[in-house]
């Protein structure tokens, strides 16, 4: 009796020193199992600079220059062809020229300082529109243009109220044109031979203007090249010819980043990952300009095992962006309106979107904006499931996220700057809430 008394002693003994084994993702009895609250997983951060991309078929284009204390300075043109009218009214030989004018149509979009007054120069494509490479034209294209503008204007473009803008156009390309609408030659009649008379315009502001990029409407007759005249008898009678902007694959927007000084220089053809040792310690968002940034997770598995000694179950993983603290402002650093996340790896191709809990749609986050300070800004994202796949797969340790601009053909500057570094600065924090088993 008593050897059985020991036996039962020494199998209650055991038990006490195993610990219960659990499979990773089941849900132990509630005797074995604690919540806890991780925040000590760091993100390594790089930003990912493309030399060139494509810019034609866009919905808007993007005027001005402007100076980014971050990023360097961008300016930004638009190139574009011009169609002849449905038809053309009988213009008596006693009739007058008045001018030659272009109407530009803003879109609202801006980023940049808009109080100050920008030099906006129209100029006629020396050359025709051609693709510079596979179908397509880049922010890097650039079609030559003759010396002298067509027409200039010094301007202070107030985005939110100003629908339209008017350059006056130079009087002998209004005459020679004029003299062609009153005989109705092929050259304005002819969509064909009109774009060999006139290859397109571009548009223009001047080398030392830095205030800010616009946006412009980019559909078809966004763009009026107005001929004004007026009839003479029996008494005078104001009247004109337009000339329409085509929204084809041959319109597109120049952009051109200066980025000296900022460590953000193309280290090989295609794509450059920058580390934030180049960039003052610093990563940057800014698709409209080239500039993507991408976000792995190498310590994740490790810091997880280290801290819970067998943690269980991933129950919720949240991804917080925050902006540099006094990097954005309401009003000319304006933060990007949505942001969302595509999956990446070693590769630094841009993988599939990241969806929401339903699987069906991309999983989009709007910045929270302190109103008060301007300095507790950040997005949220819930990635529970694509957190949950890197931990219970292995090889993982280089894949992450691409921080996206939602998809769009209208081109915007909107841009990002984070703190690439760890601890209480840190701009990008995974926080990750997990079941795991008591000691």
């Given at each position: 009796m008593k050897g059985i008394y020991l036996a039962i002693i020494s199998v209650l003994i055991l038990a006490s020193c195993t610990r219960k084994e659990i499979e990773f993702g089941t849900i132990p009895e509630n005797a074995y199992t604690s919540i806890a609250y991780i925040d000590t997983v760091s993100a390594q951060l790089s930003t990912v600079l493309l030399d060139s991309f494509k810019t034609n078929a866009d919905t808007s284009f993007l005027l001005g220059r402007y100076y980014d204390p971050y990023l360097g300075t961008i300016s930004a043109k638009p190139f574009f062809q011009m169609s002849v009218p449905a038809s053309l009214p009988d213009?008596?030989?006693?009739?007058?020229?008045?001018?030659?004018?272009?109407?530009?149509?803003?879109?609202?979009?801006?980023?940049?300082?808009?109080?100050?007054?920008?030099?906006?120069?129209?100029?006629?494509?020396?050359?025709?529109?051609?693709?510079?490479?596979?179908?397509?034209?880049?922010?890097t294209s650039d079609i030559q243009v003759k010396p002298v503008p067509l027409g200039s204007r010094v301007i202070k473009i107030s985005p939110s109220n100003t629908d339209s803008f008017t350059i006056r156009l130079s009087d002998e390309r209004a005459i020679a044109l004029f003299n062609k609408v009153k005989q109705k030659t092929s050259d304005v009649t002819t969509q064909s031979e009109f774009l060999n008379y006139l290859y397109g315009l571009s548009i223009g502001t001047a080398v030392n203007d830095i205030g800010a990029v616009i946006g412009l409407k980019g559909t078809d007759a966004s763009f009026v090249m107005r001929l004004h005249y007026h009839l003479t008898v029996p008494y005078p009678e104001p009247a004109f010819v337009d000339f329409t902007s085509l929204a084809n694959e041959y319109a597109f927007t120049q952009v051109l980043p200066d980025r000296t000084g900022t460590g953000l220089s193309v280290l090989t053809p295609g794509v450059?990952?920058?580390?934030?040792?180049?960039?003052?310690?610093?990563?940057?968002?800014?698709?409209?300009?080239?500039?993507?940034?991408?976000?792995?997770?190498?310590?994740?598995?490790?810091?997880?095992?280290?801290?819970?000694?067998?943690?269980?179950?991933?129950?919720?993983?949240?991804?917080?962006?925050?902006?540099?603290?006094?990097?954005?402002?309401?009003?000319?650093?304006?933060l990007p309106a949505a942001l969302s996340l595509a999956q990446t790896d070693a590769t630094n191709l841009v993988g599939n979107n990241v969806l929401d809990s339903t699987g069906l749609a991309t999983l989009i986050a709007t910045p929270t904006?302190?109103?008060?300070?301007?300095?507790?800004?950040?997005?949220?994202?819930?990635?529970?499931?694509?957190?949950?796949?890197?931990l219970t797969t292995t090889g993982m340790e280089r894949s992450g996220f691409y921080?996206?601009?939602?998809?769009?053909?209208?081109?915007?500057?909107?841009?990002?700057?984070?703190?690439?570094?760890?601890?209480k600065e840190a701009g990008v924090m995974l926080l990750l809430y997990v079941l795991n088993i008591n000691n």
């Open positions: 213009i008596p030989s006693s009739a007058i020229l008045d001018s030659l004018s272009l109407i530009i149509k803003p879109n609202k979009y801006y980023y940049g300082d808009t109080s100050r007054l920008q030099t906006v120069a129209v100029y006629e494509l020396a050359q025709p529109i051609s693709f510079t490479y596979n179908n397509q034209l880049y922010n450059s990952e920058i580390s934030p040792a180049l960039t003052n310690g610093r990563a940057f968002l800014q698709p409209g300009s080239g500039i993507t940034l991408k976000m792995i997770f190498p310590t994740l598995r490790g810091v997880l095992n280290r801290e819970n000694n067998g943690m269980v179950k991933l129950l919720k993983a949240e991804l917080i962006v925050k902006p540099k603290e006094l990097s954005s402002d309401l009003f000319i650093y304006k904006i302190d109103q008060v300070y301007g300095v507790n800004n950040y997005y949220r994202f819930n990635v529970t499931q694509y957190i949950n796949q890197m921080l996206m601009q939602q998809a769009s053909t209208a081109r915007i500057m909107d841009r990002l700057v984070v703190e690439a570094a760890g601890g």
